[in-house]
Nanobody, 125 residues
Framework: QVQLVESGGGLVQAGGSLRLSCEGS????????MGWFRQAPGKEREFVAA????????LYGDSVKGRFTCSRDNAKNTVFLQMNSLKPEDTAVYYC??????????????????WGLGTQVTVSS
């Protein structure tokens, strides 16, 4: 059974930092793009970041550019999201995703075939 499991969410004050991790199991994602999305209550799922299979290309959503950094460790089948300078508007459930097809990269939910259950990030003002 293929699973993506997020960790690292929590409550932080505005201006603080959090680091999310997402570990895949059941198959390797070493040749697949992985990414992060988020969804706040009453809003659509929003693209945050995506990283190509080897880390050579990284895409970011406009609202997180310059503050968030996406990286991966293929030896651990894991993708990370370092979030700095957090704002109250970053409050959401953060979801990890993986593309089932190799070597692609995109920012739409339709590019991703596997999803984690999400981890809550709450930023207080």
């Amino acid at each position: 059974q293929v699973q993506l499991v997020e960790s690292g969410g929590g409550l932080v004050q505005a201006g603080g930092s959090l680091r999310l991790s997402c570990e895949g199991s059941g198959r390797t994602f070493n040749h697949n793009a992985m990414g992060w999305f988020r969804q706040a209550p009453g809003k659509e799922r929003e693209f945050v970041a995506a990283i190509s299979w080897n880390g050579g290309r990284i895409l970011y959503g406009d609202s997180v550019k310059g503050r968030f950094t996406c990286s991966r460790d293929n030896a651990k089948n894991t993708v990370f999201l370092q979030m700095n300078s957090l704002k109250p508007e970053d409050t959401a459930v953060y979801y990890c995703a993986a593309d089932g097809a190799p070597y692609g990269l995109g920012s739409s939910t339709t590019h991703f075939d596997y999803w984690g259950l999400g981890t809550q990030v709450t930023v207080s003002s």
